[in-house]
């Protein structure tokens, strides 16, 4: 008898899309939903927590992961390098948990490399203006540092369509609504649902020899 497991989601956008504050209220609004920490080498920014909102490591921890072959995934980006555990997704999903993961494009395309059934979302911002307002905004990054990541932000927006969906950031609950109607939709596949639905299609089907979904 298949085994249901849970379903991988990826979260890409340029810096500054709103994509970590989408990602917080998707786990605030549906239990089913987990995130996969990321490791790092970027410091560790006022009000982040080692273990929640990554695991911070130095350069030789990462180096001595990743030919341990701990991640599933792994890229750098403006200079430092994140990584995704493959031992901790396997695990959600072997729970039958759903795993969401908040990566650039890189990651998002090496996930789907592993798991081609993962779901890849994009998300845009409305504007090339308002994405600079928000990284002015958020007092993070020098001047120099964000034209830097502007100019970045049109190289990973060129990658979109290693997506599957892709969600306007425009208005935050609008987006977020987008983003969990697709998550909706991507539990309701006939794939996933014939293998949690198994006792209840052979009720209704009784004279019907099925074949378990692989």
Known sequence: MATQRGTVFTISAPSGAG??????????RDEQLQVSVSHTTRPMRAGEIDGV???FV????????????????????????YGTSAEAINTARADNTDIIL?????????????WPE??????????HRTLEQRLEGRG?????????????????????????????N?????????????????????????IALQALLCDLMPSTALRNPE
């Open 53 to 55: 909102n990554y695991h």
């Open 19 to 28: 994509k970590t504050s989408l990602v917080k209220a998707l786990l605030e």
């Open 118 to 127: 993962a779901c890849a979302i994009f998300i845009l911002p409305p504007s």
């Open 140 to 168: 993070q990054d020098s001047p120099a540092v964000i034209q830097q990541r502007l100019a970045e932000a049109e190289q990973e927006i060129s990658h979109y369509t290693i997506a599957d969906y892709l969600v306007v």
């Open 58 to 81: 130095s350069d030789s921890e990462f180096r001595a992961m990743t030919a341990q072959q701990a991640f599933v995934e792994y890229a750098e980006v403006f200079g430092y390098w």
């Open 102 to 114: 908040e990566i650039d494009w890189q990651g998002a395309e090496q996930i789907k490399a592993v």
């Open 170 to 194: 425009d208005v935050f609950e609008d987006a977020l609504s987008g983003i969990r109607n697709i998550i909706g939709a991507e539990r309701l596949r006939t794939d996933r649902q014939a």
